[in-house]
Structure formats: C-alpha cells, structure tokens
C-alpha cells in the first residue's frame, strides 16, 4: 500500500484504491523470487564484466537469444579458480533476485566454473565419489591376472594404433597366446555402450583368459567414454580379470580404477598380460644348470669328505673293510640320490615344457573337435532313441482309436440298423410289420422287411 509520512501530503490521489509505490512493488517481486525459486545452474557468456575497488563482480551471461545481470560478492569469487572475462564460457550455481534500485531482474552467483572441461570435471568427481563409496575400486575385489592365459580378447578399435601395438607386443613375447580383437567404437555417441557391451557378452561367453580394454590417447572429451558409468559397471562385474589400457600413462579414466589391473599404455598392457616366451626358456635354462652345478658342488663335497676320512683310518684291517664297506654304500646311496634329484628335476623341466605346449592354439583346437565330434555322436544316438520312440507311440495310438471306431465294433459282429430315412433304429418299438429296414455290417449292407 502506498505509505506516506505523518503530516506529509499524498503525492498521488488514492480515491480509496489500493496503490503500491515502487519500492513496494519492487520489494515484493523481490521477495517472491527468493523465496519461491531455488538455486539453480545456468550456462552462458561472460559479457560487460566489471571489477570494481569494492572487490565485487558484475556481468552479463547471454546466449544467442537472451541475457541476463549478474552479481557476484567478494565473499563468493574468492573461491573461483580462473580468471573470468569477456566472452568465457561459464557455469554459474545461482539464486534469482532483483536489484530493487533500478528494478532489474539479476542473478546472485554463488558457484562460477568454466564450462565444457570444468564441467566435465565436476561430472567425472561426482561419478568417482559414488563408485568409490559402492566399493568399486577397492584392492579387495580385484582379480589376480593368470600367468600364461590361452586366449587374450582384446576390446578397442579395429583401425588405431593401439590394436596394432598390442598384437605386435603379443606376437613378439607371447606367441602360444591366441588373441581375439572384440572391435568397438572408443568415442562419439554410443561407443560407451557398445564397450560395455563388448565386456558383458566377453562374460558371458567365458571364452577368454583374458580382457585389455582400451585405446590410445587423446583429450579428456576423446577418452570419455572411458569415464562413463555403464563402462564402469560392466568392468566391475566382468568375471574374466582385465586391464585398463586407455591413453597415455599421464591419462587416468574410471575405467583404469575400476579394472583389476591398470597399463600406463596399451603396449605396457600387452607386456603386462603376456609371459615372455624367451624369458621363460632362459629360466628353464638357468635352473637346470643351477641344479647341475649345485650337485657337482655336493658330491665335490661329499668326495672331500670320502677322502678325509679315508686318510684318517688307521685301524686293523678287518676294520679298515667294514669302513671301506660302509664308504661303499654311502657312494651308492649317494650316486643314487644324485641321479633320482636329476630324474626328478628333468620331470619337472619336462612337465613346465609339456604346460607350455598346452596352450598351442593347434592343440586347444585338436581337443574343441574331439569335443565336438563326442557331443555330435550323443546327439546322434539321442534323436534316433527319440523317433523310436514316437514310432512305437504312434502304433500304441492308432491300435487305440482302432479299437473304439465304429468299423472295430462292426468287425466284432455288430450291425448298424437304419430306416428308408437313414434314422438308427435302437429300440423294437421305431418298427412295424412290413416296414423295409437296412442294416450296415462290417462288409456290405442287407435290406429286409420286418415280419
């Protein structure tokens, strides 16, 4: 209502309506979009920014079609990491006010971040915070990878270098391995979910030892669908052990968190997931000649302590026999724990060897067709156990029906008796004396004359 001073005169005739002054006006509006809309976040361009003495900022955001006045305390940009200007692009979190001297719709600015990398940023936080407090990257639930997996299922794109770099680092350490490439698109729309798809159908299937999932480098928006959640989820519940193989290695995505091994690059997951076939025969190679020198070393010593002892006797000979007897004997027990310990580490270099050629593609694809050809034959002899079966079922059936059909009770000497009008006859009663009636036997049909 307009209100005036005591014993001041009434600027503006009333005529008893109700009249607001400005201020009024502007106080109202004020307060009705303060207290009715709630913090909100809103994207646009900085223009006619302004840094007065008093510490405060005031700017305009527009879009293409639009702008808006806003205010930003000095208690408030204090917080902001960068330097705002003309013609950035920001996030603003802000409250909806009005400035009641000049009566201008205006934002308080709360929050102010730059916008498309500072978004992204504030998007990859808050999914990292969520998955972590699920558990998602804890040490715990993280699978060992196995040491000389069969098969290496690789899910990136067909066409990058990375694919190419994985498979030659393969090839050259690990050639028994056998490397299936699951191609799928790594960035654009979509491409999240064709990778976690490319992970759930590599678990279901189970066919792998084995999954890198990956590709090379780029910017944060390049490797974002790295970042993403489903991509997340369906690594955490992948039952095959993975590495996360995505960029550089200054490159962290959440899909390096989450997966149970993360590879700097995708070449290091390549060396990561593969055994290096020289360095193994080297290892071969270095115990057994570690052995056979710690055994010549034995029995250097053992002869030592045979020839020590043979100089310190000096005994009778009947004495001197029974020492030389007993020397003997350790000789032969000794010659034969040499040649068992030699026995027994030829076996197991033959066993890691026999291991080794295991997991030859040639050999996993002889065992697939015994399998098949076994699983082939049991189907073979189960579908002719069931047509047996049917055939007698359908025989059993047919004797059934034969036996309640009309023809089966006329066989049996039964006839069907019926008036020039084609009606059954069931009862002596439907007939009289001279009446013509046919009866249908089981071969031919009789016409009579009731007498």
């Not at 994207?43 to 510490?55: K, L």
């Not at 025969?281 to 010593?301: D, I, P, T």
């Not at 007993?326 to 076996?347: G, K, P, W, Y």
Request: charged content about 20%; some cysteine.
């Amino acid at each position: 209502m307009l209100n005036t001073p005591p014993g001041a005169p009434n600027p503006l005739p009333t005529d008893g309506r109700p009249v607001m002054t400005v201020s009024e006006l502007n106080r109202e509006v004020k307060q009705l979009l303060e207290g009715n809309v709630p913090l909100l976040w809103v994207g646009g361009e900085i223009s006619n920014f302004a840094a007065p003495s008093s510490g405060h900022w005031y700017f305009t955001l527009k879009d293409a079609r639009a702008q808006v006045r806003c205010a930003m305390f000095r208690g408030r940009n204090r917080s902001v990491r960068f330097q705002p200007g003309n013609g950035r692009e920001v996030l603003a979190r802000a409250r909806v006010s009005l400035y009641e001297g000049r009566g201008e719709f205006q934002l308080i600015i709360e929050h102010l971040e730059e916008a498309g990398f500072g978004a992204l940023m504030r998007q990859l936080e808050m999914l990292k915070a969520k998955l972590q407090a699920e558990g998602l990257f804890d040490l715990a639930r993280k699978k060992p990878l196995p040491y000389l997996p069969g098969t290496i299922g690789i899910i990136t794109s067909p066409t990058g270098a990375a694919v190419r770099d994985m498979i030659q680092v393969l090839g050259r350490r690990y050639p028994a391995a056998k490397i299936e490439l699951i191609p799928v698109a790594v960035q654009g729309q979509g491409s999240a979910q064709q990778i976690a798809q490319a992970i759930a159908w590599a678990g279901r299937l189970q066919r792998h030892d084995l999954l890198i999932v990956g590709r090379g480098g780029g910017s944060l928006e390049d490797l974002w669908s790295f970042n993403e959640e489903i991509v997340a989820r369906a690594l955490a519940a992948c039952p095959i052990p993975t590495i996360s193989a995505v960029g550089h290695e200054t490159d962290t995505t959440i899909t390096d968190m989450v997966a149970d091994v993360r590879a700097p690059t995708p070449s290091a997951a390549a060396e990561i997931a593969s055994a290096n076939a020289a360095e193994l025969v080297e290892q071969f190679q270095s115990q057994h000649a570690r052995l056979q020198r710690a055994m010549q070393q034995q029995l250097r010593h053992m002869q030592q302590q045979v020839q020590l002892v043979g100089n310190r006797i000096r005994h009778p000979r009947e004495q001197l026999q029974n020492r030389a007897q007993r020397l003997d004997h350790l000789e032969i027990q000794l010659r034969s724990t040499i040649r068992q310990q030699v026995a027994q580490a030829r076996q197991r270099l033959q066993q890691s060897e026999r291991a080794f050629s295991q997991v030859h593609p040639q050999q996993r694809l002889k065992r697939s067709q015994d399998t098949l050809q076994l699983v082939a034959d049991r189907l073979h002899r189960a579908v002719k156990r069931q047509l047996q079966h049917k055939r007698e079922l359908v025989a059993h059936t047919g004797q059934l029906l034969h036996s309640v059909s009309p023809l089966g009770v006329l066989e049996r000497g039964y006839a069907i008796v019926r008036d020039d009008q084609q009606r059954v006859i069931r009862d002596a009663s439907q007939v009289r004396s001279g009446q013509r009636i046919h009866a249908k036997l089981a071969q031919g049909e009789v016409t009579a004359t009731v007498d």
